[in-house]
C-alpha cells in the first residue's frame, strides 16, 4: 500500500451500520459456503463409507471415514500459516477468496471420484487429497473470518457481531443436514449409498464459485487499510514475540473445539452406532439441535459486550467439566427422540460459551500486522490435535470396549481449557484492537 492510499484511508468518513452490515453478510456467505462443504463430509460419511473402504463392519468404515476427516484438519495449521501470513501482508479480503477458491476444488474432486470398486485404492487416495485441499481452505478461512468479522465491527458490538462466525458455520453445517434430510426422503438408502451421496459435494463446488463473487464486492478493513506499520521481519518472528497471546490460544481452544465437534459432527454418529437411533431419527436431532445452537450464538456474544468475555467464558469451563460425563452417559441408554434431543440441546448450550466469542476473544489478542496469522495458527494447531481427532478417539474407545473413557478424556480438556479462562485477562476491557 502506497503513503498516498494510507492517508486518504485515515481520513476516510467512519463507516456507517448499513456497511458494516454489507461487510459482515458478505464474508459471513462465504464463510457458510466455506463450512458447508467441510461439514457434508461429516454428514455423509455414513452413506459414501462403503464406496471407499468396501471391507469390515460399519464401526470399522466409519474408522477409517473418520481418520481422513482428520487427515484434513492436519492441513489446517498449514492453511492458517499461509492464509494468516497472506492476509496479514495483502489483505483480509485477499485471503479470503483464496480459501474459497481452494474449497471449490476439494468438493468437486470428492463429488468426482469413482468409487473403490471401480479405480481401487486410487479412491481412498484421491479423497485424502481432497480433504487436505479442504482442510487448507478451512485452516485460512477462520483466522482471517474471525480477523475480519472482529475488525469490521465497532467496539462496543464486537462480541455480537463476531459471533455471526459460529453463526455461518453452523449454518453451513445445517445446511449439509438438510440436504441428507431432502435426500433420504427423495432417495433410497440404496440410490443413496450408490450415487446419491455425490450431489451435495456437486452443490457445495457450486456455491462456493458463487461465494467467490460475492467476496469480490467486500471492503477491507480499517484496520488493515490504516495500518502504517509495514513489516520490517517475519511475520512469524513477530508472532513469536507474544507467546503468552499464542498459548492463551491454545489453551482456551483445546476444550471447546472438542467439545464443539463430540455434540455436533460426532453426535450423529454416535446415536446410530451407539445408542441405536436410526439415520434417519439421528439426523433430525442433529438438525434440531443445531438450529437452536445457531440461534444463541448471538445473544451470548451481545451478552458479552454486556459483562465481558471472561464470565460466560468460566461458565462454560464449568458447566463442561461437571456435566459432560453425565450427558453422555445418560445419553448412551436413551430411548426416546426428545430424550436425546433435550440431552444434546443442554450441552450445546453449555459449548455456546466457547461458540459464541472465541473468534473475538482470540482476535482482542493480537496487534493487526499479525492478527490474522496469531488467530489462524495456533487455533488451527490445537483444532487439528483435539477437534479433528474427536471422532476417530471415540470410535477407538468404543472399539476397545472403553466408551466411557472419551467421555473423561473430553471432561479433562475442558478442565485444561477452564485454568486458561481463569486466569487470563478480559479481552473486552485489555484488547489489542483499541492500542493499534
Known amino acids: 500500500m502506497d503513503s498516498s492510499s494510507t492517508l486518504s484511508a485515515s481520513n ?20 457458510l459456503v466455506e463450512w458447508y462443504d467441510w461439514y457434508v463430509y461429516a454428514a455423509f460419511s455414513l452413506y459414501f463409507a462403503k464406496s471407499f473402504f468396501p471391507q469390515g463392519d460399519q464401526t470399522a468404515q466409519l474408522l477409517n471415514t473418520a481418520a481422513i476427516f482428520a487427515v484434513g484438519f492436519i492441513m489446517r495449521p498449514i492453511g492458517g500459516w499461509l492464509m494468516g501470513i497472506y492476509a496479514d501482508r495483502k489483505g483480509r479480503k485477499a485471503a479470503l477468496l483464496a480459501s474459497v477458491l481452494l474449497m471449490c476444488f476439494g468438493s468437486l474432486m470428492i463429488a468426482l471420484t469413482p468409487s473403490y470398486e471401480t479405480i481401487g485404492v486410487a479412491a481412498p487416495v484421491l479423497l485424502v487429497i481432497a480433504r487436505l485441499l479442504q482442510g487448507l481452505s478451512v485452516g485460512g478461512e477462520y483466522g482471517t473470518s474471525a480477523t475480519y468479522l472482529s475488525e469490521t465491527a465497532t467496539k462496543e458490538s464486537r462480541g455480537f457481531f463476531s459471533s455471526f462466525q459460529y453463526v455461518t458455520l453452523i449454518s453451513g453445517q445445517l445446511i449439509a443436514l438438510a440436504v441428507l434430510i431432502v435426500l433420504q426422503q427423495t432417495l433410497t438408502l440404496e440410490q443413496l449409498e450408490s450415487w446419491g451421496w455425490r450431489v451435495p459435494f456437486l452443490i457445495g463446488a457450486l456455491c462456493a ?27 512469524m518472528r513477530t508472532l513469536m514475540r507474544h507467546p503468552k497471546a499464542v498459548f492463551t490460544v491454545v489453551g482456551l481452544t483445546m476444550g471447546g473445539t472438542l ?23 439421528s439426523t ?6 443445531l438450529f437452536l445452537f ?15 468475555r471472561r464470565p460466560i467464558l468460566i461458565a462454560f469451563g464449568v458447566l463442561g467439566t461437571l456435566c459432560t460425563v453425565p450427558i453422555l452417559t445418560t445419553l448412551h441408554t436413551i430411548q426416546t427422540w426428545w430424550g436425546a434431543f433435550f440431552l ?8 455456546s460459551g ?4 472465541n473468534a473475538v476473544v482470540k482476535a482482542e489478542l493480537f496487534p493487526t500486522q499479525i492478527r490474522a496469522l496469531g488467530v489462524g495458527l495456533p487455533y488451527a494447531l490445537t483444532v487439528s490435535i483435539f477437534g479433528g481427532t474427536a471422532e476417530y478417539v471415540a470410535l477407538w474407545f468404543k472399539s476397545i470396549g472403553l466408551e466411557s473413557g472419551f467421555y473423561w478424556y473430553v471432561t479433562g480438556c475442558i478442565a485444561c481449557s477452564l485454568l486458561v479462562y481463569v486466569f487470563m485477562k478480559d ?10
Open 284 to 289: 433430525m436431532i442433529s438438525a434440531a439441535t
Open 12 to 31: 476516510a468518513e467512519p463507516r456507517s451500520t448499513s456497511q458494516r452490515i454489507k461487510s459482515i453478510f458478505s464474508g459471513s456467505v462465504g464463510n
Open 354 to 357: 466457547y461458540t459464541s466469542i
Open 344 to 351: 444434546i440441546m443442554a450441552a450445546l448450550i453449555i459449548v
Open 294 to 308: 445457531m440461534l444463541l450464538q448471538p445473544l451470548v456474544g451481545a451478552l458479552s459486550d454486556k459483562i465481558g
Open 427 to 436: 479481552t473486552r476491557t485489555h484488547s489489542q484492537m483499541d492500542k493499534d
Open 209 to 235: 464459485v458463487v461465494a467467490m463473487f460475492l467476496r469480490r464486492g467486500m471492503e477491507e478493513t480499517d484496520s488493515f487499510t490504516k495500518k502504517k506499520d509495514k513489516p520490517t521481519e517475519s511475520l
Open 259 to 281: 467439545a464443539f465437534y463430540t455434540y455436533t459432527t460426532y453426535m450423529q454418529k454416535y446415536l446410530v452406532n451407539t445408542v441405536g437411533m436410526s439415520k434417519t431419527d
